[in-house]
């Protein structure tokens, strides 16, 4: 939606998806039944002084205000990416973690701002506010930024700049929505470092992961994105056109590089296709090019193909790497797209 990371929709996204549409439903019920909405307010006070533990899980899921609802939707699509990278489970592990340790940092903030300011911090925003904001860490780390434009030629728009304004107006939402996100953020520090083995401690089990598999999967999955590129409003026939032919392009770098990939799972020995050479582009097919001479085979048929000598830059490599995508896919995907980082991200995070 906002970055140009992965396919559109919620497709590999089972629970990204049920988020939406549970808490959402939630948030729509408890704004039609006000009289219920006590029961899931994030108080503090009654969590320390009445002892109302059941708070810390009813307060800290379904959002009361429907401002808060609709920012933290958009970013749990937005974040979608790391559940289709890591897999459900581990994307799963991580929000249950985060849940779990900014209960506790909830509370430390809340008394440290007493203690400075003498000031009893009674009751704080409801919903799954701080686990989304610990997204935000992997989302600075993880993703590379892509510059699009500049505003006043000296402000950098990116493709992360929209998700960090969105998070801004949730931070602004409310006056203490800084406690939340502070401890979101601190939390998804602690568990993406794995400070004192913190992923091992808190994580999804195996049985209950199968289990979801089982049960909600076939509820919440969604079928694969339609080939089909949508077209802007007004567009004259020579945009469509060229968006098609985009979009025709993009279909192509994506079947060679499966069909890569598919072979190199057979082969023993290593090397990448040529992918230029055996597949060029759609707008760069019928043109004049200089016929190539065949050279004499002077290596045996089983020798590995030879490695693509088109220049990629390792800057764009590292970001990839730095991901977590091995090098050797990192190259073949920079190659199929002709280095263009975007599309190559697009091919390692859907594959």
């Avoid at 629970?15 to 219920?36: A, D, E, I, W």
Wanted: hydrophobic share 45%; proline share 5%.
């Amino acid at each position: 939606m906002f970055t140009t990371t992965g396919s559109r929709g919620l497709y590999k996204a089972p629970l990204s998806k049920g988020l939406l549409l549970v808490l959402n439903g939630l948030t729509v019920m408890l704004t039609l039944l006000p009289q219920y909405q006590e029961l899931f307010e994030y108080n503090q006070h009654a969590i320390s002084q009445n002892h109302q533990v059941w708070r810390l899980f009813c307060g800290r899921l379904v959002c009361l205000d429907l401002k808060d609802s609709f920012c933290s939707s958009l970013l749990i699509y937005n974040f979608r990416i790391f559940e289709r990278r890591f897999g459900t489970r581990k994307f799963a592990s991580f929000l249950f973690a985060t849940w779990c340790l900014s209960a506790l940092t909830d509370y430390l903030l809340a008394q440290a701002f007493q203690f400075l300011f003498d000031y009893e911090v009674e009751e704080l925003p409801a919903g799954l506010l701080a686990p989304i904001f610990s997204l935000f860490v992997p989302f600075y780390l993880s993703i590379p930024r892509m510059p699009i434009t500049q505003v006043l030629g000296h402000i950098h728009i990116t493709n992360k700049s929209l998700v960090y304004v969105v998070g801004l107006q949730l931070l602004t939402s409310s006056p203490f929505m800084w406690i939340l996100a502070l401890s979101g953020l601190i939390s998804g520090g602690l568990y993406y470092a794995n400070i004192t083995g913190l992923q091992k401690l808190l994580f999804v089990p195996l049985w209950m992961s199968r289990l979801g598999r089982w049960a909600l999967e076939p509820i919440f999955s969604s079928s694969q994105p339609t080939d089909e590129t949508p077209l802007g409003m007004g567009a004259t026939l020579d945009i469509q056109r060229q968006q098609r032919m985009d979009m025709l392009d993009q279909q192509l770098l994506l079947a060679q590089y499966n069909e890569a990939r598919r072979n190199t799972r057979h082969q023993q020995q290593a090397g990448l296709l040529q992918w230029s050479r055996l597949f060029p582009s759609l707008r760069h097919r019928g043109q004049n090019h200089p016929p190539v001479q065949p050279r004499a085979q002077t290596h045996s048929a089983t020798q590995a193909p030879l490695l693509d000598n088109s220049p990629v830059a390792e800057e764009q490599v590292a970001m990839l790497v730095e991901m977590g995508f091995s090098r050797t896919d990192a190259l073949e995907a920079l190659r199929a797209s002709n280095n263009d980082i975007n599309m190559a991200t697009n091919f390692l995070l859907q594959h």
